[in-house]
C-alpha cells in the first residue's frame, strides 16, 4: 500500500517509489503539509514546523495560546477568511454576503486504485501501474458544505495527483468564488521557480527565476490555457541542474483558464498553488450539489530537471494519453496548409498526394478550406459541409482516390468557432459567446460558439460526424484559432454566468468524448492556433498537439526544448516545411529541417510537388530513417544536452532506448566560424559498461558519457548531425 495511515495521530503519508509526500490533521483539526520530497521512513516530519507568536498573525478562536496561526502554518489546503493572509485556495461567499471561512478535518477513506473524475481528464492507472487514492474530507466550521481532496498515488509512476469536489450539504447556497487544485507549501529553503512563458509563434519559452518574497504568477484568462503560460511550471533547488538536485513539477490537466502561482511570506515559506483561475469564475452551488476543480499531477526529483521531465513523459504517454494511437505507430503525415493554403481544389490535393505517396507518407491531411464558403479566413466557420464545387468532386471520391494511392486521410476542423459570414451565424446569431448590449471581440474575424450549451454541442456535433461518416478518414485536426471572450451564455441565469468558461471546457471534453467513443480508431491531433492549448488536459482525448505555427527549424529548437519539460516528444506536432520560411524567411537546410521535425511526431507541411528531384530522394530517405527510429523517438528517455538559451553555438539532444541499447544523437549547429575547435558531446543515460559502435568505431558508454563524442565539423550554417549509436553484440 502505498498510503501509510497513523490513525492515531492522523499522519498521512504517500509513498512512490522515490517520493515521500505527509500531512497531519493536527488537534484543531487543521490539515497541515508536513513533508514533499526524498523518500524516506515515513516518520512524522512535523517536528519541522515552529510554533512562535507572530506579531500580526492571528489565533483560531479555539487555539489555546498565541503559539498558533494559520498565517504562518504550512497548510494543505488554505481557505480565505481563516486569519491566513497568505493567497489561498479556496474562497467561498455564503448566501448571507459573508466569506470568511475556516475548514477542519472530519473524515478520511483509502481506496484501492485511481479516482477518476466525472467528466475531466485525469491520469489513470493501468494494469501495470499501482495505484491508490486517499480522499481526506474536510467540513466549513459553519457547517454548510464538504471539502473532498482527493490524492491518487501513482507509485511507480512517481506521480502524485489531486483533484478537489466540494459539496454543499446545507439548505443554503454558497458561490464558490476560488477553488484551486493544488496547495503546497514549503518551509525551508530557497527554490527557483521554472515557467514557460511565450505567444502565438512562440510558444514555451523556459524560463527560471528565483522565487522572491510576495506573489510569481503565471495563468491564462483566454478560455483556452494559451499559447502565453503553460499550465506546467517547476519547482528547484537554485543549485538544481539537468542532472542534479531537487525538483518539484505541477501540471494541471486543464485546457481552460488557469493560475499558477509561487507566495514566499514573510517567514522565507514558499507556498505553490494552481488551480483554475478565479478571474471568470464563480460557481454558485445550490443544495446537495457539486463542483469537481479539475486535477493537478505532481511529480519529485532528486536528480534534475532531467529525470523530472521523464517522470512526466512517461505518465503522459502511457497513462494519460488513450485509445489505439498510445502505442500504434501514428503515420508520417503531409499536410496541406503551408504548401497551399486556402488555393486548392480536388485535382491538386490529389497531385500533391501521389507525389507524397512516392517519398513514403502515409497519410494526407486537407487542412483549412475544404467546407461551406472558405477561400480566406473570414466566412464559412460553422458551416461544416463539404464545398463540393471547390473540391470538384465529393469527399468520398476525394478520400477513396486519396485511398487508391496508399495514403490515409485526414482533415481539419474548427468546431469552437464561427465566422458571421456563415449560414450557422445567420441562423442562430445567439449561439456565440456574447455579452448582452456590447459588440463581441472579434478576432481572426471570427466568434466562438457558446459550448457550454449542449444544444450547439449537438448541432456541430452531428455535423461533423455528417463529414466524418461520408468518407474514410482516419485523421481529424481540431483547431481553434482565437482567445475566448465575451464569456456569456443566454441559457444561464445572472448568478451562474461565472461558471460559463468552467462549463464551456466541460463541453468541450464532453464533445471530444463523443468523438473518440464514435471512431475508437481516429488519430486526432490537437491545435490551437499552434500551441495555444497544449496542455495535458487536451493529451486525454488527442495524443498529439501541433505544437507551434512556427515551423521555422530554429525557431522550434527553443519551443520543443521549452516544451520537453512537461510533455513527451510523441505528443508534439512538428513538421518539415519549405524554405524561406514562412514565418521567419529563415533558410535552413532540409536535413536540419528533418532533424527538428523527427524530434516530434513527424511530418511534412509543403507543396511536394515543387520540390526538386534531388530533394525528394533525401526526404524519401528521411521518412525511411523516422520509421526505423521510431520506438527509440516516441517512447525512449528524452535528454536534453544543451540549453538553447546559455548555449548559441550549438544545440543537442538524445534518445535513448529503454535498455540502454541504443541512442540517437541529435544537434544542430548554430552559429559557423571558420577556423574553429571541434565540438564535442557529452552523451547521457548510456550505460557505463556497454561497448558502442557509432560508424563501426567502439566506444565504452563510460567515454561516451564522461569524455563525450567529437561531434562532426558543421559545413554550413545551422548543418545537423543525427548520430546514431547501437550496443556492440
Ligand atoms: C492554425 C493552425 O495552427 C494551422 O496549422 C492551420 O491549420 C490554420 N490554423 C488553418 O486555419
Given at each position: 500500500m502505498a498510503i501509510i495511515l497513523d490513525e492515531k495521530k492522523l499522519l498521512f503519508t504517500l509513498l512512490t517509489n522515490h517520493s515521500m509526500y505527509q500531512m497531519k490533521a493536527d488537534r484543531y483539526g487543521a490539515l497541515l503539509h508536513t513533508y514533499y520530497g526524498p523518500k524516506g521512513?515515513?516518520?512524522?516530519?512535523?517536528?519541522?514546523i515552529t510554533y512562535a507568536d507572530h506579531g500580526f498573525s492571528g489565533n483560531p478562536?479555539?487555539?489555546?495560546?498565541?503559539?498558533?496561526s494559520l498565517d504562518v502554518l504550512p497548510q494543505e489546503y488554505p481557505v480565505y477568511g481563516?486569519?491566513?493572509?497568505?493567497?489561498?485556495a479556496l474562497k467561498v461567499r455564503y448566501d448571507d454576503g459573508t466569506n470568511a471561512c475556516e475548514l477542519r478535518y472530519l473524515r478520511h477513506e483509502i481506496q484501492e486504485g485511481k479516482y477518476s473524475l466525472c467528466g475531466l481528464p485525469a491520469v489513470y492507472a493501468s494494469n501495470d501501474t499501482k495505484a491508490d487514492t486517499l480522499i481526506i474530507t474536510l467540513e466549513d466550521t459553519r457547517k454548510r458544505f464538504y471539502v473532498h481532496l482527493y490524492y491518487g498515488v501513482m507509485e511507480d509512476l512517481d506521480l502524485i495527483t489531486r483533484a478537489v469536489r466540494i459539496e454543499n450539504h446545507s439548505d443554503n447556497t454558497i458561490y464558490l468564488e476560488q477553488v484551486l487544485s493544488t496547495c503546497v507549501d514549503f518551509q525551508h529553503g530557497d527554490y527557483d521557480l521554472h515557467t514557460f512563458y511565450g505567444r502565438h509563434v512562440k510558444e514555451r519559452t523556459h524560463q527560471r527565476v528565483p522565487v522572491s518574497h510576495g506573489v510569481q504568477s503565471v495563468g491564462s484568462t483566454?478560455?483556452?490555457?494559451?499559447?502565453?503560460?503553460?499550465p506546467f511550471f517547476l519547482l528547484s533547488r537554485p543549485e538544481a541542474t539537468e542532472d542534479t538536485g531537487d525538483c518539484y513539477g505541477f501540471s494541471f490537466l486543464y485546457s481552460g483558464d488557469f493560475l499558477a502561482l509561487s507566495d514566499k511570506d514573510q517567514y522565507n515559506q514558499t507556498r505553490i498553488l494552481m488551480g483554475?483561475?478565479?478571474?471568470n469564475f464563480c460557481y454558485r452551488l445550490d443544495p446537495s450539489e457539486s463542483f469537481l476543480a479539475p486535477e493537478t499531477a505532481m511529480a519529485y526529483s532528486a536528480n534534475g530537471l532531467g529525470a523530472l521531465s521523464r517522470i512526466y513523459h512517461k505518465a503522459y504517454r502511457n497513462n494519460l494519453c488513450r485509445g489505439k494511437y498510445k502505442t500504434s505507430r501514428r503515420p508520417v503525415l503531409l499536410n496541406s496548409w503551408e504548401g497551399v493554403y486556402f488555393d486548392f481544389d480536388g485535382q491538386k490535393l490529389i497531385d500533391m498526394a501521389r507525389e507524397a505517396a512516392d517519398i513514403g507518407v502515409e497519410l494526407f491531411v486537407m487542412d483549412?478550406?475544404?467546407?461551406?464558403?472558405?477561400?480566406?479566413?473570414?466566412?464559412?466557420?460553422?458551416?461544416?459541409?463539404?464545398n463540393e464545387t471547390k473540391l470538384g468532386c465529393s469527399l468520398k471520391e476525394l478520400s477513396d482516390e486519396i485511398h487508391s494511392l496508399g495514403l490515409q486521410f485526414g482533415i481539419w476542423f474548427e468546431p469552437e468557432c464561427v465566422n458571421e459570414d456563415s449560414n450557422l451565424y445567420r441562423e442562430h446569431?445567439?449561439?456565440?459567446?456574447r455579452v448582452p448590449g456590447k459588440e463581441p471581440v472579434r478576432s481572426r474575424d471570427q466568434l466562438v460558439l457558446d459550448f457550454s450549451r449542449e444544444d450547439v454541442r449537438e448541432y456541430i456535433t452531428k455535423q461533423m460526424f455528417q463529414v466524418l461518416d461520408s468518407a474514410r478518414i482516419e485523421y481529424v485536426k481540431w483547431d481553434l484559432n482565437r482567445s475566448i471572450s465575451d464569456?456569456?451564455?443566454?441559457?444561464?441565469p445572472a448568478d451562474r454566468q461565472g461558471e460559463v468558461a468552467y462549463r464551456y471546457v466541460l463541453g468541450l471534453y464532453n464533445m471530444l468524448e463523443k468523438l473518440i467513443t464514435r471512431y475508437p480508431d481516429l488519430l486526432i491531433e490537437g491545435c490551437c492556433g499552434g500551441g495555444?492549448?497544449?496542455d495535458p488536459g487536451m493529451l486525454y482525448y488527442?495524443?498529439?498537439?501541433?505544437?507551434?505555427?512556427?515551423?521555422d527549424a530554429i525557431e522550434r529548437l527553443t519551443i520543443q526544448y521549452g516544451s520537453s519539460f512537461g510533455y513527451p516528444i510523441s505528443t508534439m506536432g512538428s513538421h518539415v516545411s519549405k524554405c524561406p520560411?514562412?514565418?521567419?524567411h529563415r533558410n535552413t537546410p532540409l536535413e536540419t529541417r528533418a532533424t527538428v521535425a523527427m524530434s516530434g511526431t513527424f511530418g511534412y507541411e509543403l507543396?511536394?510537388?515543387?520540390?526538386s528531384p534531388e530533394e525528394k530522394a533525401v526526404v524519401t530517405e528521411q521518412i525511411r530513417e523516422f520509421k526505423k527510429h521510431y520506438d527509440l523517438i516516441q517512447n525512449g528517455d528524452y535528454y536534453r544536452l544543451t540549453n538553447p538559451k546559455d548555449n548559441p553555438d550549438f544545440h543537442g539532444w538524445e534518445f535513448v532506448s529503454e535498455d540502454g541499447s541504443e541512442a540517437l544523437l541529435c544537434t544542430v549547429a548554430l552559429q559557423i566560424s571558420p577556423n574553429a575547435s571541434r565540438r564535442c558531446m557529452r552523451l547521457k543515460?548510456?550505460?557505463?559498461d556497454k561497448i558502442y559502435l557509432i560508424d563501426d568505431v567502439e566506444y565504452p558508454g563510460s567515454a561516451l558519457m564522461n569524455g563525450g563524442y567529437l561531434l562532426p565539423f558543421a559545413q554550413e550554417e545551422y548543418e545537423s548531425f543525427r548520430i546514431h549509436i547501437v550496443e556492440k553484440r
Open positions: 521512513i515515513p516518520f512524522d516530519y512535523s517536528y519541522l478562536y479555539d487555539a489555546e495560546n498565541r503559539l498558533y481563516s486569519g491566513d493572509y497568505r493567497s489561498t483566454r478560455g483556452a490555457s494559451s499559447h502565453q503560460y503553460n483554475i483561475h478565479p478571474g483549412d478550406g475544404w467546407f461551406g464558403k472558405r477561400d480566406l479566413d473570414v466566412s464559412g466557420l460553422g458551416d461544416w459541409y463539404v446569431p445567439d449561439w456565440a459567446l464569456i456569456y451564455s443566454a441559457l444561464l495555444g492549448r497544449f488527442t495524443p498529439q498537439i501541433w505544437c507551434s505555427d512556427d515551423t520560411n514562412e514565418q521567419t507543396d511536394v510537388n515543387k520540390m543515460g548510456l550505460c557505463p
